[in-house]
C-alpha cells in the first residue's frame, strides 16, 4: 500500500508573503476603509486571529501591502534604467510604467494609497504614504539625474496614464495623442484586462473622436 502524499504546510513566512499579496488585491478594490482583514484572511486561507499573529493591526498589512506596491515600482526603474542615464533613463522608466499599469491591481492599489493618505487623520499611516511616493521620485531622480523640470514631466505623465487607464479610456483615445504607441498599447491592454475583471472597460468616451 502506497504512502500518502501530504501537501507541505506554508511557514509563518510564506504565509505572511501571501497575506500581503491577498492583502494589496484587497485594498486595491476596497481602499483602506471598505476592505475587512476578515475578507484577507479568507482569501489567505487562515484564521482572522492567525492573520493577526502575522501582522499586529490593519494599519500594519495596509502598510506592508503599500510598501509591496512602491517596491514593485522602484525595483522596475532600477532594473530598466542600468547602465543608462538622462533622456534614455526616463524613456526606459516611462516604458516600463506603461507595462507596470496593465497589472490593474498595481495601479489601483496606487491610487487608492493617495486616497486614504488625503482623507486619514492617522499621521502614521499619511507618513508611510508620504515617504514612499517621495522615495519613489527620488530613486528616478537619482537614476536619471534629471531636472525638477524633467521630474515634474515624468511624474506628471504618470499620474495622467493613472487616470486614463483607471477610467477604461483605451489607447485609440485621443486623450493618449500625446503619448507613444507603445504607452497607446499597453493602455489597451490594460483596459482590456480590466474588462475582463470586470472593471471599467473603455465607456470613457469625453473627447473621443
Given at each position: 500500500?502506497?504512502m500518502?502524499?501530504?501537501?507541505p ?6 504565509r ?11 485594498f ?16 489567505v486561507?487562515v ?9 499586529p ?31 534614455e ?17 498595481l495601479?489601483?492599489m ?8 488625503g482623507?486619514?487623520?492617522?499621521e ?5 504614504v ?15 539625474g534629471?531636472?525638477?523640470?524633467e ?13 486614463l ?10 486623450c ?5 504607441e ?10 482590456a ?5 470586470g ?5 470613457a ?5
Amino acid at each position: 500500500m502506497g504512502m500518502a502524499h501530504s501537501t507541505p504546510r506554508m511557514s509563518a513566512d510564506e504565509r505572511r508573503r501571501v497575506a500581503v499579496r491577498v492583502a494589496m488585491s484587497e485594498f486595491a478594490k476596497g481602499g483602506y476603509y471598505g476592505t475587512s482583514t476578515e475578507a484577507i484572511a479568507r482569501r489567505v486561507g487562515v484564521s482572522q486571529p492567525y492573520l493577526f499573529r502575522l501582522f499586529p493591526n490593519k494599519r500594519a498589512l495596509f502598510k506592508a501591502a503599500a510598501e509591496l506596491c512602491f517596491t514593485r515600482t522602484t525595483e522596475t526603474f532600477v532594473r530598466v534604467a542600468d547602465g543608462l542615464y538622462g533622456e534614455e533613463a526616463l524613456e526606459a522608466m516611462g516604458k516600463a510604467y506603461s507595462e507596470l499599469i496593465v497589472d490593474r491591481e498595481l495601479l489601483l492599489m496606487q491610487l487608492q494609497l493617495y486616497v486614504t493618505a488625503g482623507g486619514s487623520d492617522d499621521e502614521d499611516v499619511v507618513a508611510y504614504v508620504r515617504e514612499g511616493w517621495t522615495g519613489m521620485w527620488e530613486t528616478v531622480r537619482e537614476l536619471s539625474g534629471a531636472s525638477s523640470e524633467e521630474l515634474d514631466e515624468f511624474f506628471s505623465r504618470g499620474m495622467l496614464i493613472n487616470v486614463l487607464v483607471a477610467l477604461g479610456v483605451p489607447g485609440d483615445n485621443q486623450c493618449w495623442a500625446a503619448f507613444d504607441e507603445y504607452s497607446k498599447a499597453a493602455a489597451t491592454q490594460a483596459v482590456a484586462r480590466g474588462a475582463a475583471d470586470g472593471l471599467p472597460d473603455g465607456a470613457a468616451e469625453a473627447g473621443s473622436s
